[in-house]
């Protein structure tokens, strides 16, 4: 076992890594393309989204930790958003290696700012939570998604980070999450969570993944992303106002016919909608 080790990676992120996310997960927020759209919701770049920038650090932690050989059969995925990831601009990813704990942040060069904090590590049996209907997609339509994904799905370092970009697209466009974003959001003319994206300001800040550990063995991967997957969404928690900005906390879980597979939970947080 590695008691300490300390790694860093370069990075910047183009148009073109924004381009790959949006055809993945439909999210074609003008604040990652259009200049003056992201200038007039408080931003001086366009930016990358969150969760493409987080591939990297999920490969990052996985190829650490895989010669490890973890004895969990789950693991879980814990990041927090800092800041915003600017496109065009130096970024360091460092990873910190301590016995089965992994860790990253990725820093700004430029600023110093640490703009993502994440951990992977062992973590308990996974149990799933009653939800109402479950939903299924084919292995057809798996395989179909991974061969859009901005990656290699069948990466030991990869797979498991290509489901929960899946359950995110999939939370993201469910009818579900945008009943509970209407509550607060009602004179938002909106079909998706991504429509009001497009109107409000609005940040992801924590992502939390509780994943099998199969995913990461050397086998398996290819016969994940060829099986059926069922998913089902959870109620979303909504706290604040108006005045200090809404909290919405969405989650997803996901079984194969074999078992729990993953989890993932996304945190947003609205911008004030009104003057105090």
Known sequence: MIANDNTTFSYNYSRSDAERWAEFSGDHNPIHFDLKHAQLLGQQQVTVHGMRA????????SRALLPLSPTADFLRFNARLRQPVLCDSAYQLQL????AQVSANLINSGSGENCFSSKLRSTSPLTLTKCGS???????????FSQQFPGDATSPAECWGFFDALLFKLLIAAPQTLVAAKQILSVIQADTLIDIFRHVPVIQTHHDVQFSADFMSINNPHLFVRSALHYAIEPTLIVGNQYDGWV?????????????????????????????
């Open 96 to 99: 910190s290696l301590a016995n």
């Open 134 to 144: 479950w939903a299924s997609l084919g292995g057809s339509e798996v395989h179909q």
């Open 54 to 61: 987080m591939l990297d650090l999920k490969y990052q932690l």
């Open 248 to 276: 919405l906390r969405s989650a997803i879980q996901a079984r194969s016919d074999a078992g729990p597979l993953i989890t993932t939970a996304v945190t947003l947080k609205t911008w004030p909608l009104a003057a105090h």
